[in-house]
């Protein structure tokens, strides 16, 4: 099955100081019987779920002569250890080395020639807790496919689905080509039927594409009757962030070391919030971040003074979709950040991320999911290490600043066999220009938050991540609500030095 363009996009953009796989940090309740030896009992349970979904299985073959986009095959050797792994944390067991566990983690590339995932357990908790850190390529899924692939995976009781029950849950679509020619004059016959389907798909479209230029360039015809006023545009372009972000230190060239940070905040304040307000959940979300950059930003007289802007990923995705790939567009949102009083500050988060939804919705039919020409691999791949080579986001400006990302989780626990998740952090994708990405996950009455950063650009990341609660807590106080209910949990159990602890780990398999 030939990838669509948007899919192998993820490929050619990705270098030694940018992979491009997306991960999770999953935390789990170990029963007493399992600890000290959790990885046994997880192989055991993921070699049951690996018929489940075909990305574990399959692997990518080239196109001859890279002329066209690779294509997903069966890999006939796959091997369960070499993708499943194990370490064990050094004593004393904290979060903080299982936050630079994963960072070193995550800055590995996974390898092209096997199946593009890699799982590993990380025992040694102090708590007696275990962690799975669950790497990607995004090439095979979006942060929503990732969901419905962890919603398959896990079960919602301690008594695990039959491996036949999952079905054909997550099978991918057919798709017109699925088999793509190994000679050369199959790619070649390939790659023009490809273009050919491109230039009709193209043409289909047309109206879609018209009306989107019309929507977003023209007002809307009023009705009978209407005002003079009616004639503007629905949505307020002032709003709307600028052409070029203003300049900060997420806006740098980046290195191949990660930071990472994992939080956990109360769902029911965000809520409460929102409720008060008269704003959406996400609106809360942004501003909770917004909140905490400008705290960390300030720390370091590093404020601009002009607002924030934030790249958001907005789904695609039909309700009930489960393909395994990508589905997503995105929307640029302002964070307000110039404004120092909070609750004003959410407003106007709010009345932004309004008309960048509308506009996202008038455009969003016309937006390509898939491409094809003559040299499509060798040719992006190269713009893309001739990018990350020159050091040109160190000079040249961004549209954006930070990534923000809002992924719905499930409401209720899910277990792996008797061992209970109790956190799903999602952990994404730093890039040149924009060194920061902020992800949520909503999961069991908890916002998981996962902060991954360029570890150069962003060395104080803990400082960022322990201003997320503050930042809710000043959100609720300027609303009149009283502060969020319980305990920190997870990763904030335990406190954060500034400095960094040794990053070493034994295996255990």
Known sequence: MRLRGIDASFLYAETPETPMHVAGFTLFDVPEAQRGRFYEAYRAFLSQRIGAAPLFTRKLRPAPFHLDHPSWIEDDAFDL???????????????????????RLHGELLDRSRPLWQFTI????????????????????????????TKAMY??????RSA???????????????????????????????????QIDTWRRLPDLLKAANNVLLPKLPEEGAR????????????????????????????????????????????????????KLNDVV???????LRT???DRDALPKRALVAFVPVSLRELGNTDMNNQVAGMLCGLATQIADPLDRLREIARGATDAKSLTADIKDAMPQDYAFPGAPLLLSALARLYGSSGAANWVGSPVNVVISNVQGPPVPLFCGEARVSGLYPISIPAHGCALNLTVQSYCGELD??????????????????ALAPSLEALTTAAGLPPPEGAPSDAQSVPIPQQSQPRHESATA
């Not at 938050?449 to 322990?466: E, N, W």
């Open 449 to 466: 938050f996962g902060l991954t950063a360029d570890r150069r650009a962003v060395p104080d990341l803990v400082k960022l991540a322990d």
């Open 164 to 198: 036949a029950s999952l079905g054909e849950l997550l099978r991918p679509p057919p798709a017109p080509d699925a088999a793509s020619a190994t000679d050369l004059m199959g790619a070649v016959r390939d790659l023009a039927i490809n273009s050919l389907r491109q």
């Open 286 to 292: 942004m501003a909770i971040c917004a909140g905490a």
């Open 81 to 103: 250890d070499f993708h499943l792994r194990g370490l064990v944390l050094p004593a004393p067991g904290t979060m903080v080395q299982m936050e630079e566990t994963i960072a």
């Open 228 to 279: 003079l006023a009616d004639l503007m545009p629905t949505r307020s372009l002032a709003r709307l962030p600028r052409a070029m972000a203003p300049r900060t230190p997420f806006n740098v060239q980046i290195s191949g070391e990660r930071a990472y940070a994992a939080r956990a905040l109360p769902l029911a304040a965000a809520k409460r919030l929102a409720k008060a307000t008269g704003t």
């Open 155 to 160: 079960d919602v009781t301690p008594q695990p």
């Open 296 to 298: 960390y930003l300030q």
């Open 122 to 149: 990380i025992e040694g908790l102090a708590d007696g807790r275990a962690a799975l850190y669950s790497k990607v390529h995004h090439a095979a899924l979006d942060g929503a496919a990732g969901m419905v692939l």
